[in-house]
């Protein structure tokens, strides 16, 4: 037990109001955990708070009844027995009475009647002594708000929890609500106020015995509707406009005795010009509609038509627009007005099929449609209001003719036939063979409004059938009279359709094109086999639309739809495994676009035979099989050709045909499963085929297309594989590769370069193409795939990459960069590890420029082991060579650097010195007896530029290989870390280096900032922006780097926008106006200018001290600018100089 | 000044679409696209919040353009024969054109003939370079022609 001292001082310390309210709660949770514990028991702390209770001083009494009522709440799951709980209730049912100290006996009564079965309830005389108190002594609306909220809580718990006692209370009960709930404002009480009619009148729904009293609740219920909410956003915290509209309607709809005042109300309501007001009547209907039931809404049926009809007549519809993307997006109405009109109008069909059917058919509007529609053929030619009518009626309809069998066969019976008059068409006579011949038919134009009204009878009863399960066992009994009607017409249907895109090719109109084109589309996805449409109707139309797709390639728009239209055929047999439909699909459809990969007589062009080819795939799994055999062997067929014979025409369609196969086909099998086994063939059989072809007659010069486009396939299907198959791969072609190429002895290394040149010039074109499709093989395997004698792989890239073989330094890179580490335990000799590589690449003479007089060369060797910085000394005749050794290099150098392997810096440092060099190839002799350290270099032009770009291959990302897709290893931020320790190196160079030689540093650097993300530039922007306007301007005098001065006037704009950026600049603003005064007459590039105009706009918004001094040099340097050749550059000159002219 | 509007309910016309930039299409960087009507366009009305082209006070045909002579002639319609904000129209046109042609343009700026009644003086006083400048030293005269170009700096 607690002590007694303790417990009255938390009691004083609740009861106290000079305390703040965390003291008071503290010792309220105090107080509750003793008595959960056991520590206490209620009756103690009854009477030791008796005196808190029972006096006269109405704050403290108030304070102590919230406590005892408070700490019932918190002893919501503590079994209490049933005399405790009797005699609280009843002191707090006497409570209510006492209208000072209220909430507590309000919140005390909530927690007794909420307190679940298990520990003890209040009883059923108990809650109707608190309803009775509650009645006669609560003035509800003269309380405060949360005191009425509490009220109404305390209502609806009664009215939930005890009905029968409550209800017995009959009319006191009901006046006493009214009486409480009337006029009622706040949100939160309104969501219970709502709740608590609703219950209440579900609690009298019968009418016998007690007196009406739906009218008096109506009537408080009806002045809230339409919601009218008007609470500024973010004041109130969780009660939203729809959670009021909802909640009252299920008081509306609570009880059918409300329909003689609610459906009059909600129509008036619904002739309201406010969309709010229509869109909640619409609503509201629907619910009351299913909830008053069928004898009560029969009278309103008609009423309810007119308006609904109103309502969607009068909706504003768009056109129907005629492309292939809304070939089989349902037309529903974008109005949400309509659509909620069109789902009460299809909730009052179910409900009384036949009142409203009979309405519906006898409807004089609807009918005086029909009889307009003959009278315009074309559908451009009705005028608009009658379109929007037509629209209308055919949304009416299959609405309609969706809500049940029943309706669907009213609909049929009634209007399909005049439809089919006025298309003149007639049934199939009882022979079951279609009368009509068809020239006759084909020779006329087809009504279009018809047609149309026609497409949406159709699609609708399509997708009655198919929403309803048992297809068959409904069909087979029922003579549903739709279907026989189908039946009969469906060929004859079939014919209109065609010929509406087919006889009017004088002045064909989109609409006859999609019209057909829909009609024949819907007739073929009807579900359920050849049940209803029969084979030969079926294969005609299959036929029809191949025909188009075949022939007709030069009308775009039916191209497009006749494809889109077999595209969902195909996905919809498929999506109902329809076994009966398939065979004839796959021979009429699948066979005939298949042979278009190969056929050459056809006049199609090629781009759009693939387009079919690859569409008619992706409907489909078993038809993507189909597709990707085609396809393959037209691969192979045109491979073969380019291989033995060297044919033109065959590489052209062989690098279509691969192009397709790696954009369309792998990112599709890819998604799919099940087809690893397809693509992995795919790449053996390419390796089959060219160890097969002796003959080899393809040169790389003029089949080079053809090479990238296979080694783009091969990279991305072999980087789709599972380690395992990619295992298989590499070990085909590394066989393949062993047996026609010869390695390098290593010794070949430490001979020169030139003698290295001369062998891989003696390879033949077959192996040069073996070498690029095992590179390529290489690129796109994961980490842990096994590659076989990898010593020697990385030699034979090293020599290939010097032809100038791209592919083959990119695989070295992939390899440096996806090597392990350590070296495994079963290693053999030709196995190697990340450490070994290096040195292989690092030590071999590739690197050693070359240099005539041998002396210096011996010189260099014997300064350093490595003979790395060998690399940079050269001469200019062998320029090609450089290049193609610098750009593997930096390939080498990526891959490195992309795992954070420090190796890379050594790679740098190659690239650094070739950018020292001084440019000048024939007179540095001289130069070279002065600085012996220094390795003064004689570097061609181009190979200094080869080496500034070497930086952007490192910082680029690729597409091409080095990426997530290609499996590389990433460390995050390496671009970040490359970027601090390279600048402030390329920093100090600059500094060293004589102002002339600076500009491929500046190059270098160039690409750094670029390439580096915006953050990472700007958190060093002080350092950054001297390196940058210098950049700017030692770049600007030559063409080729026009791009790089593009690229960094972006990431200067970045700095200018940035906040930290701009307190950089404003230091050099001097420098900076300067420097883009000078790029603003940039001749080279319009954006160049067109920017530097835009970053002078963001500077003269830096403080107005800083660039006021400016102020005079911009304008005069403007107008040269509103002279520019071009008119995006006039017009960013007319806004800089109004922003300069307007900082005075 | 008069007060309430001097044409209350002017008649709002389409605005011709421009193509904006045309990123797509290659462009010869080195190719001259002259000077030509589009530079003027986007001025606001001095008293509704419509551009002058919307109510047809200017269209590109009333716009001539001598890039060989560099000589530029206006000829602007009011919307009404009265219209006492002829001046300032004229105004805006000439500032707008003063700000965004090199300085060696000569420009001319005139009222319809027939659609103003005052013609002559509008005329007079638009083509008065003294009386130009003076305008422009005007702060209030200055504040509006200013509200008038904002757009089309924008």
Redesign the interface.
């Known amino acids: 037990m607690a002590e007694p001292s303790q417990l009255s001082k938390y009691i004083e310390s609740f009861v106290d109001s000079s305390l703040s309210p965390s003291q008071q709660a503290e010792s309220l949770e105090a107080i509750a955990s003793l008595l959960k514990n056991n520590q206490l028991t209620i009756e103690t702390l009854v009477r030791e708070m008796e005196g808190y209770l029972t006096t006269v001083d109405n704050v403290i009494r108030s304070r102590g009844i919230l406590l005892l009522g408070e700490v019932l709440v918190r002893l919501a799951s503590k079994p209490l027995d049933d005399a405790t709980v009797h005699s609280l209730i009843a002191f707090f049912t006497d409570r209510l009475a006492d209208w000072r100290a209220l909430r507590g006996a309000l919140v005390g009564c909530l927690a007794l009647m909420r307190r679940k079965s298990c520990g003890g309830m209040v009883s059923g005389t108990d809650a109707k002594a608190v309803a009775e108190s509650y009645l006669q002594n609560l003035q509800v609306q003269s309380l405060g708000q949360d005191e009425r909220k509490l009220c109404f809580e305390l209502m609806e718990c009664l009215l939930e929890r005890y009905p029968n006692d409550v209800a017995s209370l009959g009319d006191t009960l009901m006046y006493g609500i009214c009486e409480s709930v009337d006029r009622e404002k706040d949100p939160h009480c309104l969501m219970l106020t709502f709740h608590i009619i609703e219950v209440l009148s579900r609690l009298f729904t019968d009418p016998s015995g007690a007196p009406d009293f739906s009218h008096e609740l109506f009537e408080i219920l009806s002045c809230y509707f339409p919601i009218h909410f008007t609470h500024p956003k973010g004041e109130d915290l969780k009660i939203k406009r729809d959670d009021l509209a909802r909640a009252l309607m299920l008081a509306f709809s609570s009880t059918p005795l409300f329909e003689p005042y609610a459906i009059p109300l909600l129509l008036d309501k619904l002739s309201s010009s406010l969309p709010s007001a229509k869109l909640d009547s619409l609503r509201y209907l629907s619910d009351c509609t299913v909830k008053y039931g069928v004898d009560r809404m029969a009278k309103h049926v008609q009423a309810i038509w007119s308006s609904l009809k109103e309502v969607i007549f009068t909706s504003p519809g768009s056109d129907l627009s005629f492309t292939s993307e809304s070939l089989e997006g349902l037309d529903l109405p974008k109005n949400e007005i309509a659509a909620e009109a069109l789902s009460l109008l299809q909730k009052l069909v179910v409900q009384n099929a036949k009142l409203s059917l009979d309405l519906i058919v006898t409807d004089e509007d609807i009918n005086m449609i029909f009889n307009m529609i003959s009278s315009y053929k074309n559908y451009h030619e009705i005028p608009s209001e009658i379109k929007q009518r037509l629209h209308a009626v055919g949304r009416i309809l299959s609405t309609t003719a969706k809500a049940s069998q029943e309706s669907c066969n009213r609909v049929f019976e009634c209007f399909f036939g005049r439809l089919m008059d006025t298309l003149e068409l007639s049934a199939r006579n009882s022979s079951g063979q279609p009368d009509s011949d068809e020239s006759t038919l084909i020779s006329k134009r087809c009504n279009h409004g018809a047609l149309y009204l026609s497409i949406e009878l159709l699609s609708a009863c399509r997708d009655l059938i198919s929403s309803s399960e048992t297809i068959r066992a409904a069909s087979s009994h029922s003579e549903e009279s739709w279907k026989s009607l189908l039946q009969n017409f469906s060929p004859s249907l079939t014919m209109a359709f065609r010929s509406a895109f087919i006889c009017s090719s004088k002045d064909t109109h989109d609409a006859d094109m999609y019209f057909g084109v829909k009609g024949l589309l819907i007739l073929a996805t009807f579900p359920g086999g050849y049940l209803l449409i029969s084979k030969t109707v079926f294969e005609k139309i299959l036929v029809t639309f191949v025909s188009i797709v075949i022939v007709d390639h030069d009308k775009i728009l039916l191209w497009k739809l006749a494809l889109k239209a077999l595209m969902q055929i195909g996905s919809f047999i498929e999506r109902y495994h329809d076994s009966e439909k398939e065979p004839s699909y796959m021979g009429i459809v699948v066979e005939k676009i298949v042979s278009l990969a190969s056929a050459g007589d056809i006049s199609m062009p090629f781009p759009l035979r693939l387009e079919a080819l690859s569409d008619i795939g992706t409907s489909g799994q078993s038809y993507m099989l189909k597709v990707v055999q085609g396809l393959e062997e037209a691969i192979y067929a045109n491979l073969n050709e380019v291989y033995v014979h060297g044919s033109t025409d065959s590489a052209e369609i062989v690098t279509h045909l691969l192009r397709c196969y790696s954009d369309k086909m792998i990112p599709w099998i890819r998604c799919a499963k099940g087809f690893e086994e397809v693509l992995l063939q795919f790449s053996i059989n390419i390796w089959n085929q060219i160890e097969s072809s002796m003959v080899f007659s393809a040169s790389l010069t003029n089949q080079r297309g053809v090479l990238d486009a296979m080694i783009k396939a091969m990279k991305l299907a072999v980087a789709s594989y599972s380690v395992e198959k990619q295992n298989i791969i590499v070990q085909k072609s590394y066989n393949l590769l062993i047996s026609t190429i010869s390695f390098p002895s290593e010794e070949l290394f430490q001979q020169g370069r030139f003698q290295i040149a001369e062998e891989v010039d003696n390879s033949s074109g077959r192996d040069e193409w073996i070498l690029s499709l095992f590179a390529a093989v290489i690129i796109a395997v994961y980490p842990q795939t096994h590659v076989p004698n990898k010593r020697s792989i990385v030699s034979l890239f090293m020599t290939t990459l010097l032809k100038g073989n791209v592919a083959a330094a990119q695989a070295l890179g992939s390899m440096v960069n996806k090597l392990d580490l350590k070296s495994t335990g079963g290693q053999t000799s030709s196995d190697c590890t990340l450490e070994e590589a290096i040195d292989i690449i690092l030590k071999s003479s590739l690197w050693i420029f070359q240099k005539n007089s041998s002396n210096i060369q011996a010189k260099i060797i014997g300064d350093r082991e490595t003979g790395l910085n060998n690399l940079c000394n050269g001469v200019g005749r062998c320029t090609s060579l450089h290049i193609h050794a610098i750009v593997g290099l930096a390939w080498i150098g990526k891959g490195l650097l992309m795992r954070g392997h420090e190796k890379v810096k050594d790679m740098t440092m190659i690239f650094l010195q070739c950018l020292q060099s001084s440019g000048r190839a024939n007179i540095s002799n001289q130069d070279k007896d002065v600085s012996e350290n220094n390795y003064e270099l004689d570097l061609h032009h181009s190979v200094m530029k080869s080496a500034a770009d070497a930086f952007q291959i490192l910082m680029d990302d690729s597409e091409q290989c080095l990426n997530r897709e290609f499996h590389a290893v990433i460390r995050p931020l390496y671009k970040q870390r490359f970027f601090s320790t390279i600048m402030p190196l390329l920093q100090s160079l600059v500094v060293k280096l004589e102002p002339h030689s600076r500009r491929f540093v500046f190059r270098a650097s160039a690409h750094i900032i670029i390439d580096t993300p915006l953050v990472v530039v700007l958190s060093d922007s002080k350092k950054i922006i001297p390196m940058l306007l210098d950049g700017l301007s030692a770049l600007s005098n030559d063409v080729a780097d026009k791009d790089v001065i593009y690229g960094l006037l972006l990431v200067f704009t970045g700095i200018l926008m940035d906040k930290n950026g701009q307190e950089a600049v404003s230091d050099s603003a001097h420098t900076i106006v300067d420097c883009l005064i000078d790029l603003m007459q940039y001749?080279?590039?319009?954006l160049v200018r067109e920017t530097a105009l835009q970053c002078l706009v963001a500077v003269s918004r830096l403080s107005h001290a800083r660039i006021y001094p400016m102020r005079t040099q911009v304008l005069r340097a403007v107008?040269k600018a509103?002279?520019d050749?071009?008119?995006?550059v006039?017009?960013e000159a007319?806004?800089c100089?109004?922003?300069w002219?307007s900082i005075a | 000044m008069v007060s309430g509007l001097i044409n209350a309910n002017p008649i709002v016309y389409e605005k011709k679409e421009r193509q904006v930039r045309n990123v797509a299409t290659v462009h010869d960087e080195y190719a001259v696209e002259p000077i030509d009507q589009e530079e003027i366009f986007d001025i606001k009305d001095p008293e509704h919040p419509y551009s002058l082209e919307e109510l047809k006070v200017i269209t590109e045909d009333a716009i001539e353009v001598d890039n060989e002579r560099s000589y530029v002639r206006v000829t602007f319609t009011p919307t009404v024969e009265h219209c006492s904000m002829a001046t300032v129209i004229g105004l805006c046109l000439r500032v707008k054109l003063m700000r965004s042609l090199p300085s060696h343009y000569k420009m001319d700026i005139r009222v319809a003939p027939g659609t103003h009644a005052t013609e002559a003086a509008v005329n007079k006083q638009l083509n008065d370079k003294e009386r130009v400048a003076a305008a422009l030293e005007n702060p209030n005269l200055l504040d509006m022609v200013d509200e008038c170009l904002a757009p089309s700096y924008a």
């Open positions: 001749p080279h590039m319009m107008i509103l002279e050749p071009k008119r995006a006039r017009r007319v806004r100089r109004q922003a002219a």
